[in-house]
């Protein structure tokens, strides 16, 4: 029996992609003919033709499938909707504007089958990008990396393959606020990387601006580190350590009639003080209001129509 595998495809206005998405991952089950597929096309509420033309594909080939989200949920709720939904023995997230190419995927396959359960794309190159975008994502990945209290690769991003089992681990992960690559880090199992040269957009161009990659490289940390909090608290012992030790000077100085004045210093000392404590007091903020958020069990996503689920 052939074995099947689910690609995941997270779309958001993405219409001028679609025929191109479509004609990839067809010569895609060619180029692997001892496996079965399906496609299930994770519609971020777009406001073009994009589920129209999702739902035409579906009524003409059943291996097809199709949800679309009564707002945007972010690309990680359509992630997680996708592993929920897949049914296959081994589920691959394909971006929809074709930058991660789906020809890689029969390497992705032969991994797993080797006996890894993750196998995640490795990016060496970021072609069609402007410079600073790929500046701000190489920092941001390291960051993460550095402060994440499990091992997230440097570099890889949502285009893997994880197997069926992962994704039923997956399943017990109840938290609204996700990071899938951290999560997937998080399980474990065997993982290995393949190293692949990303492509410029086939059609559309993103929109996504600086602050998405601040608010995802913040995302990603705090979902997965108590490192800030613990960098604050070592901070705050050094600088109680430095002020013991300045004030042992001073009274030396004093005693020797050769302390200086230091109104300036201590104003410069007090305002940088205050701008210290109250980053400290934003992070503690974020992690508080992330557990706010928890507690309300909210559901991840809400579906609005469905073609062949």
């Given amino acids: 029996m052939k074995q099947l595998i689910s690609i995941v495809i997270p779309a958001r206005n993405e219409a001028a992609n679609l025929p191109n998405v479509e004609r990839e991952v067809l010569g895609l089950v060619t180029s692997v003919p001892d496996c079965d ?18 739902v035409a594909l579906c009524q003409r080939d059943k291996r097809w499938r199709y949800m679309r989200f009564s707002r945007n949920f972010s690309v990680e709720g359509s992630i997680t909707a996708g592993y929920e939904h897949a049914r296959g023995d081994a589920i691959v997230v394909l971006y929809s504007d074709l930058q991660d190419p789906p020809d890689v995927i029969p390497q992705f396959i032969a991994k797993w089958r080797e006996g890894y359960d993750v196998v995640y794309g490795v990016r060496t190159k970021r072609p069609g ?10 920092l ?35 938290e609204t606020n996700r990071y899938m690559r951290g999560m997937i880090a998080w399980l474990g199992f065997r993982q290995t990387g393949v190293p692949y040269a990303r492509r410029p957009r086939v059609a559309g161009h993103s929109s996504a601006p600086l602050t998405d990659i601040l608010l995802f490289a913040f995302n990603a940390i705090t979902s997965f580190s108590l490192r800030p909090l613990r960098l604050f608290t070592l901070f705050g012992f050094l600088v109680l350590v430095i002020s013991m030790i300045l004030g042992v000077i001073y009274v030396v100085l004093w005693m020797g009639g050769t302390a200086p004045p230091g109104l300036t210093t201590i104003l410069v000392l007090l ?31 809400v579906i609005e129509r469905s073609e062949n689920l």
């Avoid at 990008?129 to 190489?138: E, F, L, M, S, V």
């Avoid at 402060?147 to 690769?153: E, K, Q, Y």
């Avoid at 109250?278 to 309300?296: A, D, H, M, N, P």
């Fill in 37 to 54: 597929f399906e496609f299930l096309i994770i519609d971020n509420a777009s406001s073009d033709a994009t589920g129209d033309m999702a």
């Fill in 140 to 174: 941001a990945y390291r960051l993460i990396a550095w402060f994440s209290d499990v091992p997230i690769p440097a570099d890889s991003g949502d285009f893997r393959l994880i197997s069926a089992r992962v994704r039923d681990a997956l399943r017990g992960f109840h």
């Fill in 129 to 138: 990008d402007p410079r600073w975008r790929n500046a701000a994502a190489w």
């Fill in 271 to 301: 305002l940088a003080g205050i701008g210290l404590n109250s980053l400290g007091i934003g992070i503690l903020g974020e992690y508080l209001g992330r557990t706010f958020s928890e507690v309300k069990r909210r559901p991840i996503y």
